[in-house]
Structure formats: C-alpha cells, structure tokens
C-alpha cells in the first residue's frame, strides 16, 4: 500500500537537543497529521495542519504544513527521555478520511 | 471515558487456520477504520465503516479478509486460511463520524497476530 516518504528512519540523540525529522507525499492532501507510536501502543495525535503554509505550536512540537499541500516538518525542542518513540506522519484527505501513513521516524534520546 | 479496546491483544496461529479480531469502539464514535501494521512500517489502511456499512474496503490485500460491523458498534475482521505474511499488528481506529471537518481518529492497542 501507500506510504509517505518521512526521514531520518532513525536518530540518536542526547537530552536537551533539538530534532527535526519530514515526510513527503506524491499526492496532495487537506490535513497533515503527526503521531507518536510507543511500543505496544497504537499511535497518539500530536499535531494535526489544516492549511498550506500553516505552522502550528504544542508546546515544545511544531510542525508546518507545505505550501505545495505535499509535505510537512516535525520539530522537537529540548528533548527528554520521554520523547522517546517513533514519529510517523500522515496524509488525510477524500471521504473517507482515512490516513496515509509514512514510514516512520525512530527516536532515541540518551540523558 | 473508555478508549478504543481490541481483543486479543496477542494471537498465534498456524498457517491455514482462520482467526477472528475484535475491536471496540469509542461509545458514540460512527466512524471506524482497520489497519494493519508491518514489522518496522507505518499503519497501512485496510478497510473504514460508517454506521454498520462499509463505505471503503480498497485497502484489504485480497477475498481472505472480511470485516463486518453489524450494529454499528463493534467490529470483527476476519482473516481466512491464515498465511505467514499476514503476521502484523491490526489496528483498530474510531472517530465521531467521517466527512467535512477533522475528525480525530483514536487508535486501540492493536492485535498483534502471528502466522507459524
């Protein structure tokens, strides 16, 4: 099936820095959406854009919907042990609503 | 309130057999979706009901999956003559309805299934 392109795959990083990881589609869709999956969880809502060029805050999260509609960016400030998990994006968009996922982005952060 | 449960949480079989999953849904929630997630992959969608029809199934691999919803509350698919590359976790979403403005989708634990 269908996944979004979303980089890095994996990142290793100390507590305190800051993360940035992106997804780009072949398609276009009306919402972008940023999820976090924990191991033996299904995926949590983190973020969800609703308009080209939007940026949008939650707390240290911020994440920008493209201008094109085919693309869009995590940002992760100041990371903690907690942000630990894979980050996935994805496309929503036609009747159904249903999402498309990317491949995800594994995170790692050392205290 | 409740989440969105799924039973069971784990299931091993053996090739050939079939397997029933369930999913229970947020109370109230109309719209509900079923994934499946591969080792290492992103939830890929599989099938999505409105009410107790299902308004689209492109995403089932092929005529040996089968998901009904016939209430409108719970939902079961259904996996014939199991093979191992239908091993993965399936997860089950719900959301208030579908359509027209965001409606968030809620994901369950998932059924983690394994093909020998």
């Known amino acids: 099936g269908q996944q979004l392109n979303q980089s890095p795959q994996s990142m290793f990083i100390q507590e305190g820095e800051d993360v940035s990881m992106n997804c780009t589609s072949s398609?276009?869709?009306?919402?972008w959406l940023w999820y976090k999956q924990d191991p033996g969880e299904g995926p949590v809502l983190l973020i969800a854009?609703?308009?080209?060029?939007e940026l949008t805050s939650n707390g240290r999260l911020t994440a920008q919907f493209g201008i094109t509609r085919k693309d869009s960016f995590l940002n992760i400030s100041a990371s903690i042990p907690s942000d630990v998990g894979i980050y996935f994006c994805?496309?929503?968009?036609?009747?159904?609503?249903?999402?498309?996922f990317g491949t995800g982005t594994l995170l790692a952060v050392q205290p | 309130g409740a989440g969105v449960s799924q039973t069971p949480s784990n299931k091993v079989t053996e090739k050939g057999k079939y397997v029933e999953l369930r999913c229970d849904p947020i109370?109230?929630?109309?719209?509900l979706y079923w994934y499946r997630q591969s080792l290492g992959q992103g939830p890929e969608f599989l099938i999505y009901?409105?009410?107790?029809?299902?308004?689209?199934d492109s995403g089932l691999p092929n005529d040996r999956f089968f998901a009904v919803r016939p209430e409108g509350s719970v939902s079961t698919l259904k996996i014939q003559r199991t093979e191992r590359g239908d091993s993965a976790v399936y997860l089950c979403?719900?959301?208030?309805?579908?359509?027209?403005?965001?409606?968030?989708?809620?994901f369950g634990p998932g059924t983690r299934l394994t093909v020998l």
């Open positions: 979403a719900s959301s208030l309805r579908s359509g027209g403005a965001f409606n968030e989708q809620f």
């Open positions: 398609s276009i869709f009306n919402t």
């Open positions: 854009l609703y308009k080209a060029g």
């Open positions: 994805a496309g929503q968009g036609g009747a159904t609503n249903k999402l498309i």
């Open positions: 109370s109230g929630h109309t719209a």
């Open positions: 009901f409105q009410g107790t029809g299902a308004a689209d």
